[in-house]
């Protein structure tokens, strides 16, 4: 579930923030049978393309074919997922690739992008090409079951739960019987494919690791288990970062328990790895440099899990579909994370692309004229690194009154908006203590009053209701009150340098004792303090509205090795 919790900085929030509704009497042109949405290029231009190349120079020449290997089982992992979005998928594109006039190319497009004729960007996921509405179970279910039909079914059978529960399995009639068929078998032809490219790759790679993750992974997909094969991605050491098969549930939005497939065929970023494992062996340091009291300070805290940084050479399937992630932690079986934990993989040349696309010209807007030119990437990406490591500082399980808890629990629906706000204010109080010990840059933290306040209204842009926005328009509030922040006379918000860094240490400090309290009143209290959308960033908000919501990605490298 990491990939929603982190939805944070890391942005997997959908909203449909640039297009206009369509006006009265615009209902569509219909061609042949297929009723095409009216606002077609509007939503298209939603998404902006955006190049993600990679350096593969240090690769080795086995690595190299290994990588091309890679990409066409990741193209096979791809058709699969457009089948469980949408068994429909192979008619309608022969329909959608035979469209004519103005909107046909915006339509392709977004068809492309969204892997079905349902918009991820809307909260119902309305349709944009005919009129059927998404069933909520995908492809994974027949299309007229309804849960009370699947719950009887398996109360009924109950040595069917197992089968019919599966992350792999989907679930069909046979006659007037609902039977659960094994991905193995549901989609044999494209798993024999993908399978025998990872053979290809296993045999093309010198790193033994990999190797034998691929074999492992090559077999999983051919018996529906894929136990050994992540355990054997847990101990991956290796140039090449590769992620395949089924993974996260968020497509089967019936139930929740039948795994989407997805491929992300990175090469790692040593150099940038390197410099996490140093940030991130500073973390006894900044647990005891934390803004609060010694007593609320989590020093016995253990190891985390392991963060690598990687670039995307090609994606597919799930992790293709609609809005991009930005990092990902795997895998999601419990066993394997007891035994071995999880590991998080940061997605470096697509932090770059959403920066260039959408952050960059949001400051262009935000910020005083001029003033968009002191952002910096690098600085950019140190605040999200140092926003997820705080995400692992502070308190999390607390004993009140001789009752154990955790903050979570006693924040409630508060906790995520708190949290958020909290990885992002400590994450930059954090990067100036490193700074001053050596260990950050200068350069990164420069720049960061201005790549900061950029990103807060990057946040915003989700609304108030969901927690990051919130937690963005609390900081931004508290900021412009202690006077770390200001508006400037043509309405833009500009960072004052003198007090910025106190501010942002303050505001730390309140949020981690509301948290080390347990204090849900304390939680309240902020909130209604400085929780309101004020007028002067509403209204800039409503200039972002014409900036894009997220990158239509180009790979170049997708053809290596060819
Ligand atoms: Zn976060």
Redesign the pocket.
């Known amino acids: 579930m990491w990939r929603a919790?982190?939805g944070?900085?890391?942005c997997v929030v959908v909203m449909s923030c640039g297009r206009q509704a369509p006006g009265p009497g615009e209902s569509g042109a219909v061609q042949g049978d297929l009723k095409v949405a009216p606002d077609m290029v509007a939503r298209r231009a939603q998404f902006v393309q955006q190049t993600l190349s990679a350096d593969i120079s240090q690769l080795s020449s086995g690595d190299r074919l290994a990588l091309a290997h890679l990409v066409e089982a990741a193209r096979a992992v791809d058709e699969i997922f457009r089948l469980q979005a949408y068994d429909g998928n192979p008619a309608l594109a022969e329909k959608v690739a035979a469209l004519k006039g103005p909107d046909a190319e915006a339509a392709r497009d977004y068809y492309r992008i969204m892997y079905g004729p349902w918009d991820r960007l809307s909260d119902v996921r309305e349709p944009f090409l005919g009129e059927v509405p998404r069933p909520p179970g995908a492809s994974f279910y027949p299309a007229d079951l309804s849960p009370g039909e699947f719950e009887a079914w398996v109360a009924a059978h109950p040595e069917d739960k197992e089968a019919f529960t599966s992350l792999f399995t989907v679930i069909r009639r046979d006659g007037d019987r609902l039977v659960a068929v094994p991905y193995s078998e549901a989609y044999r032809p494209l798993l024999e494919r993908a399978s025998a490219e990872l053979r290809a790759a296993a045999g093309a790679t010198d790193n033994a690791s990999l190797k034998r993750f691929l074999e492992l992974r090559a077999d999983a997909f051919l018996v529906d288990d894929y136990y050994q094969s992540d355990v054997a991605w847990m101990d991956l050491d290796s140039a090449i970062e590769v992620v395949i098969g089924p993974y996260e549930t968020y497509e089967d939005t019936l139930f929740g328990y039948k795994a989407a497939f997805e491929a992300f065929v990175c090469v790692a970023q040593p150099e940038d790895s390197a410099r996490l494992a140093v940030y991130k062996s500073e973390l006894p340091f900044l647990e005891g440099n934390l803004p609060i009291p010694d007593v609320h300070k989590n020093l016995e805290r253990g190891s985390e899990s392991p963060i690598r940084v990687a670039d995307e050479v090609f994606t597919a399937g799930d992790s293709r579909a609609g809005v991009q992630t930005l990092a990902f932690n795997l895998p999601n079986d419990e066993r394997v994370r007891e035994a071995k934990g999880s590991k998080k993989v940061m997605l470096k040349n697509m932090m770059e692309a959403k920066y260039e696309a959408i952050l960059r010209p949001v400051a262009e807007r935000v910020l005083p004229v001029g003033a968009a030119d002191r952002l910096d990437f690098d600085s950019y990406f140190h605040f999200i690194l140092f926003?997820?490591l705080a995400?692992g500082l502070g308190p999390g399980r607390l004993v009140i009154d001789g009752r154990s808890t955790e903050v979570r629990l006693e924040l409630k629906e508060l906790y995520s908006a708190i949290?958020?706000a909290k990885?992002d204010v400590l994450g930059v109080y954090n990067l100036y203590a490193l700074a001053d010990r050596g260990v950050v840059p200068q350069a990164v933290v420069e720049p960061l009053p201005w790549t900061y306040t950029a990103g807060l209204f990057r946040g915003a842009r989700f609304g108030t209701t969901e927690a990051?926005g919130l937690g963005v328009v609390l900081q931004t509030n508290f900021l412009l009150d202690k006077g770390a922040l200001r508006v400037t006379e043509d309405g833009r918000f500009e960072p004052v340098v003198e007090g910025f860094r106190e501010a942002v240490g303050e505001l730390a400090g309140e949020l981690l004792m509301v948290q080390a309290l347990g204090s849900y009143d304390g939680s309240r209290a902020l909130v209604e303090r400085y929780g309101q959308l004020r007028p002067e960033m509403a209204q800039l908000l409503e200039e972002l509205r014409s900036i894009p919501v997220d990158v239509d990605p180009v790979y170049p490298l997708q053809a290596v090795g060819s």
């Open positions: 919790v982190i944070c900085v890391l926003h997820e995400h949290e958020e990885a990051h």
